[in-house]
Nanobody, 116 residues
Framework: VQVVESGGGLVQVGGSLRLSCATS????????MGWYRQAPGEQRELVAA???????SYADSVKGRFTISRDNAKKTVYLQMTSLKPEDTAVYYC???????????WGQGTQVTVSS
């Protein structure tokens, strides 16, 4: 089982980034997929989630700016981030949660830094 994030980097305020989370194995299509982030000294927080059927939810702080999507054929989930703010700076983690929390897989994280 692998959960691998990519797409992080350094971007200026107001810029955009697209994060990807590629997975291996057979669990993707039955998993609730989520993006979390953790800033230095802060707790990890849920940014966005997408169900098997494509229903999405977002943290209030990113609504209207971030979009989560999934491609079941590619076993990949994306996070399109626009209008980035300095407070979006964090390590972003991908999570795969199984039915009834049967499993909970994390990626290694990808750093997003928004400079002002």
């Amino acid at each position: 089982v692998q959960v691998v994030e990519s797409g992080g980097g350094l971007v200026q305020v107001g810029g955009s980034l697209r994060l990807s989370c590629a997975t291996s194995g057979t669990f993707f299509s039955i998993s609730l997929m989520g993006w979390y982030r953790q800033a230095p000294g802060e707790q990890r927080e849920l940014v966005a989630a997408i169900t098997i059927n494509g229903s999405t939810s977002y943290a209030d702080s990113v609504k209207g700016r971030f979009t989560i999507s999934r491609d079941n054929a590619k076993k990949t989930v994306y996070l399109q981030m626009t209008s980035l703010k300095p407070e979006d700076t964090a390590v972003y983690y991908c999570n795969a949660n199984g039915p009834g929390s049967l499993y909970n897989y994390w990626g290694q994280g990808t750093q997003v830094t928004v400079s002002s």
